[in-house]
Nanobody
Framework: QVQLVESGGGLVQPGGSLRLSCAASGFIAATRTMRWYRQALEKERELVASMTSIGGLTNYGDSVKGRFTISRDIGKNTVYLQMNSLKPEDTAVYYC?????????WGQGTQVTVSS
């Protein structure tokens, strides 16, 4: 059974950092493209970052390039999102996503709030 569990969100001041984790089970995360999305209040869900299975190629949304980094720990079957230089506009619920056998799976999300 595919499962994704996000953690690491919280309240942080502008300019601060957070690291989100996405613990995967029921499949091997390193064999799939893993994605982080976010959804702010009254806005559409936005792709933040992705990492391919082969080669671990990364891609980022324009609004987070240079500030966020996606990575993975194969041994822990976990994907991370390191977020630096956070801005109030980064406030959102962050979700981990994977497509396995044609089905899209989402975690429960973790809230990130950037505020002074």
């Amino acid at each position: 059974q595919v499962q994704l569990v996000e953690s690491g969100g919280g309240l942080v001041q502008p300019g601060g950092s957070l690291r989100l984790s996405c613990a995967a089970s029921g499949f091997i995360a390193a064999t799939r493209t893993m994605r982080w999305y976010r959804q702010a209040l009254e806005k559409e869900r936005e792709l933040v970052a992705s990492m391919t299975s082969i080669g671990g190629l990364t891609n980022y949304g324009d609004s987070v390039k240079g500030r966020f980094t996606i990575s993975r720990d194969i041994g822990k079957n976990t994907v991370y999102l390191q977020m630096n230089s956070l801005k109030p506009e980064d406030t959102a619920v962050y979700y981990c996503n994977v497509v396995v056998s044609g089905s899209s799976y989402w975690g429960q999300g973790t809230q990130v709030t950037v505020s002074s």
